[in-house]
Structures are given as structure tokens and as C-alpha cells.
């Protein structure tokens, strides 16, 4: 790896002496997904009592981010934004807290409650300004940063300078590592029957210089692949990937405008050509998930997954057979935004069923009354059976429509119980 320039600015040391400079006690700050600080935590992994008495706020993904509070001293506490199954015991035992927040929600948390020590940072080699790049992911990071006593730094060569990324200067960090380790891999694999339905339907939807807003995942990325004939697209999203440099390639983005998102994620291909790229923003959650600004464009389509949607059209995110296996992320920002923009519209994709024993995802109520998106946060819901348009319908002509793009086979249990529910209103 090349010797990063000016040592003079900082104190440059090994993994090691990064991870024993964190003192028990202290609140610590580890960014996720494409930003995940690899090397630190497996060295604290390594060595558990390195991280004796921590206190650890992480925006770690489930399905990107490795890292468990299992790794750890039993005396660390980590609070994250996501859950996750195999975080249950944690939880349980209080190693583990999970913070019910959107990113706005999560953003407005730290302007005004949190307290930071060391705030850790992964960054590119610093350009001839002596400025390093946030790069792929950029999410929290400034706005911690910015309240942290002190920075903690590593340097990888493998996190791309991103024109149009945010930045912070090498003089910033009060310790620096030089690492050259990989960033995340996320693979979505190949679309589903089922995805590839769905992602039509949503596809028709979506007009010529409409602002448009997907995540990651199956659907998302066949979406991607099937606007590359539209024109003028605007990406103003949480997480995008491999569909999106794609479809940025195809000449469906608007060129006048700076497409911005708070993290990319996928292929190691992806990452060397995000350096590239000039018109995609990579810029702080504040930015990115700020509704006034979001709602300020017209036509903003927002496509968000669930687990379930119940026949209310209301939206779970977060529970599945009654156990926490995920957080609300963005969804709810970017939800209502598109609620309110002009001409916007606020979509729930998912599958109708699921599981080898199928069961259905449109039910009569949501599973433990977890509701993550309420009703009035979505317009549009759509299964690979049809698109379940809500806007202005009534109550019980909203049932209707989500009954009809359910699953065939349940559909007559779902009239069965909304006939019972509906004697009840």
C-alpha cells in the first residue's frame, strides 16, 4: 500500500495500538455498510478485552455488516439502528439496544441527545489537498464526527475518492491506521420470478423525469434494469448499488442534475467506478433523508419493501413471526415524502407469500401490531398479483384492492376475516 503523504499532521500507528488506544468507558462511534471500520473490530474481536466497557453507537445493516455484539467484551453496550435474529440474546441480556428511529429520526437523535468520545472513520488516501474521502458511505459520519472529542482514522486505499463525495481533512484525525482491507460485498443474486413481476409493474409507474428513490435488493435492482429507455430520471435515495451505476451508464439520469444518495453498496467492480463518476452525490444523512427537500420534488416515487401489509394498508418492516429482525432504516422518510410531493407517490413492493408452506404477506393485521409505515404514509401497494392503488379510496375499498393483489389461495380467507373485522368499524 502507498505511504500516505505528510505524517507530520497526525500520530500513524498499527491496528493494534488503534484498538488498545479505546479506553472502558468511552462512547464510541463505528459507521456501517460500505463504511464499516473492518480491521478495528476484528482486532477487537480478536482480542475481546480491548473493548472492555465500551459504549458503541453503530449503524451496522443486516445483510451488509458482519460485526456482533458476541465479538465483544460482555461488558460493551452497542446501540443500532437495526435489529437483527441473531442479535436476540444481546438484546435480552442488555448488550444489545435497538433505537426505533427513520434515519431523519436517527439524524435529529444526534444533533440533540448524543455524546461521542471517539468518533471512527473510514476513509480514502488523502488527495494534494490532504482531504480524505468519505466515499462510498457517508451516511452519519459528518454529523458525529463533528461533535466527537476525537477522530480515529482508517485509511484504505479500496474506499474510492468520490467526486462530489464529502470529505474531511487529514489534520482532523488524532490517530490514523493504514489498512488495505475490502470493502463490503453485497449480491443480490439472481431475480425471482415473483421480483421481476413486481418490479414491472412498479416500472409502469415511473415516467420520464420522475425523482426516484429505491434501496437495495432483488426488486430494486431489476427495476434499475428496466428504466434504461426513460429519460431524466433523478436519484434521490438512502442505499443504491450495482442496478443504479447501471442504469446511470444507460443515460436515463438527468445530466443537469446531482444525484445523491447516502451510501453505495455492492460489487468490488462497483466501488473502482464510483471514482469515476461526476454527477453522483455521496452526501450525510441530513442531506439525503431531509423530508422538506425530498417532498420539494415533483413526482418523487418512493419503492420500499415489507414483511407484511395488512388489510388497512398499513406496512410492517421489522417483525417476522414475531421475532426483531430489522429496523425502519429511511422507509419512513422517504414514504412521506413522496406522499406529499406533487405528482409523488409513496410504494410498498413485496411478494404476496412466502415460505415452503406458503403463508401470506397480505394479512388481516399486522403481526403483533407492528406498524412501520402507517397508512396514510402509502399510496400504492403491489405483489407480483397486480398493483393495489389506495389513493382516495375509502376504508373498506381499500381492503378490496388489497385483497385483489394477494395470493390467490388466500384470498378468500382474507374476505372472510375483513367481514369480520369491517362488523367491528
Same mark, same amino acid.
Given at each position: 500500500?502507498?505511504?500516505?503523504? @505528510? ?12 484498538? @488498545? ?49 458476541? @465479538? ?135 415516467? @420520464? ?217
Amino acid at each position: 500500500m502507498p505511504a500516505v503523504r @505528510d505524517r507530520r499532521v497526525t500520530r500513524f500507528v498499527p491496528i493494534a495500538a488503534l484498538a @488498545d488506544a479505546l479506553q472502558p468507558g468511552e462512547r464510541v462511534f463505528f459507521p456501517g455498510s460500505a463504511g464499516e471500520p473492518v480491521a478495528l473490530l476484528s482486532a477487537l474481536a480478536a482480542r475481546p478485552e480491548r473493548s472492555r466497557g465500551l459504549r458503541i453507537l453503530s449503524t451496522a445493516v443486516p445483510g451488509i455488516n458482519r460485526a456482533s455484539p458476541d @465479538d465483544l467484551d460482555p461488558s460493551v453496550v452497542t446501540t443500532g439502528l437495526f435489529m437483527q435474529p441473531r442479535f436476540g440474546r444481546a438484546q435480552r441480556e442488555g448488550r444489545f439496544q435497538h433505537l426505533p428511529l427513520s434515519f431523519a429520526g436517527f439524524v435529529e437523535h444526534i444533533r440533540d441527545r448524543v455524546t461521542i468520545d471517539t468518533c471512527v472513520v473510514h476513509v480514502s488516501p488523502p488527495d494534494d489537498a490532504g482531504r480524505c474521502s468519505l466515499g462510498a458511505a457517508v451516511e452519519f459520519t459528518p454529523l458525529v464526527q463533528a461533535k466527537s472529542a476525537r477522530t480515529f482514522a482508517l485509511i484504505n486505499p479500496n474506499m474510492p475518492a468520490i467526486p462530489g463525495g464529502q470529505t474531511l481533512p487529514l489534520a482532523a484525525f488524532d490517530l490514523v491506521c493504514e489498512v488495505d482491507t475490502p470493502l463490503p460485498v453485497y449480491d443480490v443474486g439472481t431475480p425471482s420470478a415473483s421480483a421481476t413481476i413486481i418490479a414491472r409493474h412498479i416500472a409502469s409507474l415511473v415516467e @420520464d423525469g420522475s425523482a426516484l428513490q429505491a434501496g437495495l435488493g432483488k426488486v430494486p435492482e431489476t427495476l434499475f434494469a428496466l428504466l434504461h429507455d426513460r429519460r431524466g430520471l433523478r436519484l434521490q435515495s438512502g442505499m443504491l448499488g450495482d442496478g443504479a451505476l447501471q442504469l446511470s451508464r444507460s443515460g436515463a439520469l438527468d445530466p443537469n442534475f446531482r444525484h445523491a444518495s447516502c451510501v453505495w453498496v455492492g460489487s468490488s467492480g462497483l466501488y473502482r467506478e464510483l471514482a469515476t463518476l461526476e454527477r453522483l452525490s455521496v452526501l450525510s444523512c441530513d442531506i439525503t433523508h431531509d423530508i422538506c427537500r425530498l417532498a420539494s420534488a415533483d413526482r418523487f416515487i418512493a419503492v420500499n419493501s415489507a414483511l407484511s401489509v395488512d388489510l388497512f394498508g398499513q406496512a410492517n418492516l421489522e417483525h417476522a413471526n414475531g421475532r426483531a429482525v430489522s429496523g425502519v432504516g429511511g422507509a419512513p422518510d422517504f414514504a412521506s415524502a413522496a406522499r406529499i410531493s406533487r405528482g409523488g407517490i409513496s410504494i410498498v413492493a413485496l411478494p404476496a407469500s412466502y415460505g415452503v408452506e406458503p403463508r401470506s404477506r397480505i394479512v388481516p393485521r399486522l403481526d403483533g401490531g407492528m406498524v412501520s409505515l402507517p397508512c396514510h404514509a402509502i399510496d400504492v401497494v403491489i405483489t407480483e398479483h397486480g398493483i393495489a392503488d389506495l389513493r382516495g379510496r375509502c376504508v373498506f375499498a381499500r381492503a378490496e384492492a388489497l385483497i385483489s393483489v394477494a395470493d390467490p389461495v388466500f384470498r378468500a380467507d382474507l374476505e372472510v376475516a375483513w367481514n369480520a373485522i369491517k362488523q367491528k368499524l
